[in-house]
C-alpha cells in the first residue's frame, strides 16, 4: 500500500514534489497560519456574525484575498534573499524609516499577544476556575519555556497539534448549525455597508491581513538556492 502511494504522489512521478515529500516540508507554513487562529480574531468575527448576521461575510473574502497577495510576496522574499520582511527592513530601507517601521510591528507584536495571553488565560479559567491573573502567568511561562527550549521541531509539533484541535472544533460546530448556504454565498461577493459596521468591518479587516504576521513569513535560502530545485520547490509549497 505505502509503495503505491509513493509510485503515484512520490518524487518520481511529481519531478521531486510529490505530496508526501511536500508534507514533510510544510511545518513553517503551519507556523504561520497559527498567527490567524487567536481570540482577537474569533471576537471580530463573532461580532460581526452575531450583529449584521451574513451582510459582512464580503470583508473576509476582500481581506482573504489581500492576505494571499501580502503574505506571498513576503514569502517570496524569503525565498529569493534568505531574510525575513524584518531583516529585509533594516537592510534595504534608510535607518530612520526602518525603525519606525521596525517599531510599528514591535508595538502590533505586543499588543497582540497580550490578546493572545489574554485568551488563554480565560480559556484556563473557563475550563479549571483559575482567576484570569493566574492563568496569564501559566499561559505566559508556558510560552516563554517553549521559545527558550529552541526546539523548533517540538514547537512545530505541538502548534500543528493545536491547530488540528481547533479545526476539527469548528467543524463540528459547523455541522450543529443551520447554515444558510444561499445567503451566505452570496453575502461572500456583494459589498454592504449596514449601519454601524465600520469599526467591526475594519477589526474583521485586521483580524485577517494581520500586518505583524508579515514579519514571521517564511524565511528561504538565497537565490542561488534555486540551483536545487527540491529545496526551492519545498519553500514555495510550504508558502502556499
Known amino acids: 500500500m505505502l509503495n503505491h502511494l509513493k509510485q503515484h504522489f512520490g518524487s518520481r512521478r511529481t519531478g521531486g514534489h510529490g505530496g508526501l515529500d511536500i508534507a514533510r516540508h510544510i511545518g513553517p507554513g503551519l507556523l504561520v497560519t497559527v498567527?490567524?487562529?487567536d481570540p482577537g480574531n474569533w471576537a471580530s468575527n463573532m461580532a460581526a456574525g452575531s450583529q449584521f448576521g451574513y451582510a459582512l461575510l464580503w470583508i473576509v473574502t476582500l481581506s482573504?484575498?489581500?492576505?494571499?497577495v501580502l503574505q506571498h510576496n513576503a514569502a517570496h522574499l524569503g525565498i529569493a534573499t534568505g531574510t525575513c520582511l524584518a531583516e529585509a527592513t533594516t537592510h534595504y530601507l534608510p535607518r530612520i524609516v526602518g525603525r519606525a517601521v521596525l517599531a510599528s510591528a514591535y508595538l502590533a507584536t505586543i499588543a497582540t499577544a497580550m490578546a493572545e495571553v489574554l485568551g488563554?488565560?480565560?480559556?484556563?479559567?473557563?475550563?479549571f476556575g483559575l482567576p484570569v491573573r493566574a492563568g496569564c502567568v501559566i499561559v505566559a511561562a508556558v510560552s516563554m519555556a517553549m521559545l527558550m527550549t529552541s526546539s523548533y521541531?517540538?514547537?512545530e509539533q505541538w502548534i500543528i497539534a493545536f491547530v488540528g484541535v481547533v479545526g476539527l472544533s469548528f467543524l463540528a460546530e459547523l455541522a450543529l448549525v443551520k447554515v444558510d448556504w444561499p445567503q451566505a454565498a452570496s453575502s461572500w461577493i456583494t459589498p454592504s455597508m449596514p449601519t454601524g459596521s465600520a469599526a467591526i468591518i475594519v477589526s474583521v479587516l485586521?483580524?485577517?491581513?494581520m500586518p505583524h504576521n508579515l514579519f514571521s513569513a517564511l524565511r528561504g535560502h538565497p537565490i542561488h538556492a534555486l540551483r536545487r530545485p527540491r529545496r526551492a520547490g519545498y519553500r514555495r509549497a510550504s508558502a502556499l
Open 120 to 127: 488563554g488565560a480565560i480559556a484556563l479559567q473557563m475550563l
Open 35 to 37: 498567527g490567524f487562529i
Open 153 to 155: 521541531k517540538r514547537a
Open 64 to 68: 482573504t484575498i489581500m492576505l494571499i
Open 206 to 209: 485586521g483580524a485577517v491581513v
